[in-house]
């Protein structure tokens, strides 16, 4: 049944002009499956916290249903939705200690005090917060305090599971490890997970679907390979990882007449286009194979290298105003290529995506 | 109205209607802030400009005409303007030599200038009589002069300054603390010198705490009532006590009425100054944390100097208070000085009943002003509803209102059906508990701003609806704000007069009602005594509730309560 957004729009009122509205979420219509973990993405201010928000019941659509579990919930306040939310902050209540605060939603529902100890224990146990529930909050390490917001909120068992941007407190190396328990806990128990992040790798590594969101709007949902690979446009293709655009025209044949010349014949929806039409085509830098000298359909100078160890960066000056990327992942094999040398860029059609211009 | 509004409002009265437990409390609130504030004010006013058939300016006009009576005015108003000029500079010196100067004894000096803050407002009264009156201690012992004329501009002037410059200090130590003293570095590094510095960026940056603390003094000042009717004597009208004469001794309520407006008028005036202009110059603390160590901030030089006159100043403050000590133990003061405990039999006599019922009286309403404020406190920062800027605005009214003026409202709104509670503990009661819930407001506000509202978000989130959420959650993150407020007010409540003086009854008295008869019928030493009772048993009460947050919260708790 999980959730789903019929239409959602919210406005705000402008706090610096008086007369005027902000539009945080336009139009949004979304379903979420039993189970799935579905995550928004989007730069900042483009609505992801506001929809979470309207989701959890503490903000109120301007128009549009909410329904959750087959029911529509618009007038159910928040304390009576069957959703959890982890929040930024954590939120975690100072003044309880770390078996106070998990236990906090089965004491609200009036359970036995025996009961709530066994089940509090029992998910510190799988929350990896073993003999941690006499402790104050504020003895607790970013990541303890993240697994007991956790923990808080699924001890309710709720149909929906809510996260706003979780890990963004947490230092790089303990948000990835803390991205895989997310989803770990989120499957051992098949909550329906509905996540915020503006954290590209995270979104991937977590979520079934992604949502991607601009200035309001929902601009593309699909699994992680779709939204990476057949970007719905170049917002999208852009915002998601690097990218490589090139400018073209739909040729007789349906392949592509590149502007810096050659011609391609595509697979992914070259066909969608009508002769003529202007389009752009993606592909990602990965995707891109370089070789010395002039070749492919079209050639450079390599104007910076990086190596990083496992992959190379290469920038390459095409003449365009802007550089190709390009990363080679096996650089003994594919061989280095110095800074000034003049290379060929050539990509595979499978690898690439049009995109009108 | 516009759309936006418009839509607002409606989804506010949504939003409450939807809680009606929400709804009964914003309502029962609302309702006694409009009978227990609103309505004592709109009595005053009308009965000053009714007449017998009507209502005209007709009292306004016989007060404007008595010359003795506008002198009052301008006294009062005189006497506010050079209380907060002066209050203001002594504060400065005392909170910069602490903050900035790294003088010797600060700590001593700190507690120095709190004294006053703890202690009944007209103790400085009560000690200049003692030593400079007829009978003084400097005047008639000392120096043998009779009759040295100490009532009037001069005496009352220092007593108000030694009263109310602890206000200034507090503030302004706390803003110039907040001074973060790289400011000061970055401007000797600058190639400054000290003074400089001083004068271009301390100084200029405590402008609008030293503004606000004025407005403060100012407020005070004209509201006070025990330090005018002791010191200022009949050549030098005063207009808190004039409005209470008119009243109590010639029973003229228009008339008290039509001069207690004139007092609200100049304080309300700078408490809307205060609120709405200097507040919002008050430069916002980029550093956050206040930051100490700025030993380089003055000169040698000026630091000794800093020092000589903080000394000065904690000297005439100790005069003050040992005067009052040896006053209580000296068998007639100026006459007969062997030591005795028979004024302290004699309040623990006659007068035990009155120290009973301050206690009952503090006891009883400052947790419940307390706990009104913090609800007050919670409504105005967490929730959205129609009249919610009505609720700040009135609840933090009693600020600018004197003590004399509400105590006047009280006994016309009071005295007749439907609510007639003249004589009662009842009046008193809701008197205090009206007064001081601004201080509980306050504490409650500061906590909240510190407290992110995503705590209660979650607790809402997880289940509880609005009052499990305040009383599980929000309720105990304010609970060291609440006995912060508990302390300042219970001490408010303790040393009260201006308006309880006209609410006490033979079945209701204060101490610091009789220790002002004490002092009309000259028995200084009673009075004497009465003080130092009262402020032992406020430094007890302090103790007391400090011990309990140490106990109950550790350091978090006792860091919590500063005074
Ligand atoms: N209570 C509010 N009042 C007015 N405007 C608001 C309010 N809440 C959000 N907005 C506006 O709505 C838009 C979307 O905000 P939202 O918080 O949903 O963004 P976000 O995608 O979560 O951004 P971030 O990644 O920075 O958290 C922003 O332009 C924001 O300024
Ligand atoms: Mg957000």
Redesign the pocket.
């Known amino acids: 049944m999980g959730v789903k957004l019929v239409d959602i729009t919210k406005t705000?009122?402008d706090?610096s002009h008086p007369h005027r509205e902000?539009t945080?979420v336009r139009n949004a219509s979304l379903e979420v499956r039993d189970g799935e973990f579905v995550t928004f993405l989007?730069p900042?201010?483009?609505?992801?916290?506001?929809t979470l928000r309207i989701i959890s019941g503490f903000e109120a659509p301007t128009s549009g249903e909410v329904w959750i579990s087959g029911q529509m919930v618009n007038d159910i306040p928040p304390n009576k939705r069957d959703t959890s939310m982890v929040f930024q902050s954590y939120a975690i209540f100072p003044h309880l200690s770390v078996g106070q605060n998990i236990g906090f939603g089965l004491e609200l529902r009036g359970r036995p005090r025996r009961e709530i100890r066994t089940e509090v224990e029992k998910i510190m146990e799988v929350m990896d917060l073993k003999g941690l529930g006499q402790r104050r909050p504020d003895q607790l390490s970013g990541g303890q305090q993240q697994r007991v917001a956790l923990a808080r909120a699924i001890i309710n068992r709720p149909s929906v599971l809510l996260f706003d941007?979780p890990l963004s407190n947490l230092d790089a190396k303990l948000r990835e490890q803390m991205r895989l328990e997310i989803r770990r806990i989120q499957q051992t128990f098949g909550i329906t997970s509905i996540y915020?992040t503006?954290d590209q790798a995270e979104a991937m590594t977590v979520s079934d679907r992604i949502v991607v969101m601009n200035q309001g709007d929902i601009v593309q949902i699909g699994t992680p390979f779709e939204i990476y690979s057949r970007p719905a446009t170049r917002f999208v293709a852009d915002f998601i990882g690097r990218v490589n655009f090139f400018e073209g025209r739909i040729g007789p044949g349906r392949e592509v007449a590149f502007t810096v010349g050659g011609r391609k014949e595509i697979q992914s929806r070259s066909r969608e286009f009508a002769q003529g039409d202007p389009v752009v085509v993606t592909v990602r830098p990965e995707s891109l194979r370089i070789s010395h000298g002039e070749g492919g359909f079209l050639s450079g100078k390599i104007s910076k290298a990086v190596y990083l160890g496992q992959v190379v960066e290469y920038e390459i000056d095409t003449g365009r105003d802007k550089p190709v990327l390009a990363v080679t992942h096996n650089p003994v094999e594919e061989g280095f290529f110095s800074p000034g040398e003049t290379v060929g860029v050539d990509f595979s059609p499978v690898a690439a995506h049009v995109l009108p211009a | 109205m516009t759309r936006g509004s418009t839509a607002r409002l409606r989804r506010d009265i949504k939003m409450v209607v939807g809680d009606p437990l929400l709804l009964i409390v914003i309502l029962l609130v609302l309702a006694s802030l409009v009978i227990f504030i609103i309505y004592p004010l709109v009595s005053v006013v009308l009965t000053a400009f009714r007449t017998g058939t009507g209502y005209s300016f007709s009292v306004f006009r016989d007060v404007l005409a008595s010359r003795y009576l506008r002198q009052a005015f301008w006294n009062s108003v005189m006497m506010g303007v050079l209380t907060a000029a002066a209050g203001a500079v002594v504060g400065f010196l005392f909170a910069f030599a602490i903050a900035r100067a790294d003088i010797p004894f600060k700590k001593f000096f700190h507690v120095i200038a709190i004294i006053p803050v703890v202690s009944p407002p007209f103790i400085g009264a009560l000690s200049i009589i003692m030593l400079f009156g007829n009978n003084g201690l400097v005047t008639y012992s000392l120096l043998g002069i009779n009759n040295y004329p100490i009532y009037g501009f001069r005496g009352l002037l220092f007593a108000q300054v030694v009263t109310f410059f602890p206000v200034a200090y507090i503030t302004l130590r706390g803003v110039i603390e907040s001074i973060s003293p790289t400011l000061e570095d970055a401007a000797l590094d600058l190639g400054g010198s000290r003074w400089k510095a001083f004068l271009k960026v301390t100084l200029p940056l405590t402008i609008p705490g030293i503004a606000g603390a004025m407005l403060v003094l100012f407020i005070e000042t004209m509201a006070d009532f025990g330090n005018p009717l002791i010191l200022a004597g009949s050549q030098f009208p005063i207009l808190s006590v004039q409005a209470y004469l008119e009243i109590t001794g010639m029973y003229d309520l228009p008339k008290g009425s039509a001069l207690s407006i004139l007092l609200l008028a100049p304080s309300i005036t700078a408490y809307f100054l205060q609120k709405y202009w200097v507040s919002r110059k008050q430069y916002v603390t980029i550093t956050g944390k206040p930051t100490t160590s700025a030993l380089k901030s003055v000169s040698p030089g000026a630091k000794w100097l800093l020092f000589a006159l903080c000394l000065v100043i904690a000297a005439l403050i100790l005069l003050i208070y040992i005067t009052i000590l040896w006053g209580a133990f000296a068998r007639v003061w100026g006459y007969d000085s062997t030591l005795t405990l028979q004024h302290f039999r004699d309040v623990f006599g006659v007068g035990f009943q009155a120290v009973k019922d301050t206690l009952t009286i503090a006891g009883i309403s400052t947790p419940a002003a307390g706990i009104l404020g913090m609800m007050i406190a919670f409504l105005v920062m967490r929730k959205r509803f129609p009249g919610r800027r009505f609720m700040e605005f009135t609840s933090m009214l009693s600020f600018a209102v004197p003590g004399t003026v509400i105590g006047i409202g009280y006994i016309l709104a009071f005295n007749r059906k439907p609510l007639v509670l003249t004589g009662t503990l009842a009046i008193l009661l809701l008197n205090f508990i009206y007064r001081y819930i601004p201080v509980g407001i306050q504490s409650g506000v500061a906590i909240l701003r510190q407290v992110d509202p995503s705590i209660e978000e979650a607790a809402v989130d997880l289940g509880a609806d609005s009052k499990k959420t305040f009383f599980r959650i929000t309720l105990p993150l304010m609970v060291p704000a609440f006995f912060s407020g508990l302390i300042f007010s219970f001490v408010r409540a303790m040393t009260a007069i201006s308006a309880a003086i006209f609410l006490v009854s033979s079945s209701w008295n204060l101490m610091t009602v009789q220790i002002m008869s004490q002092v009309e019928s000259g028995r200084l030493g009673t009075a004497a005594a009465f003080s130092v009772i009262l402020v032992g048993l406020i430094l007890l009460a302090i103790l007391l509730i400090r011990t309990i947050l140490v106990l109950r919260y550790g350091r978090f708790g006792g860091a919590a309560v500063k005074i």
């Open positions: 705000f009122p706090l902000v945080a989007g900042s201010g483009c609505g992801k916290t506001t941007e915020v503006h």
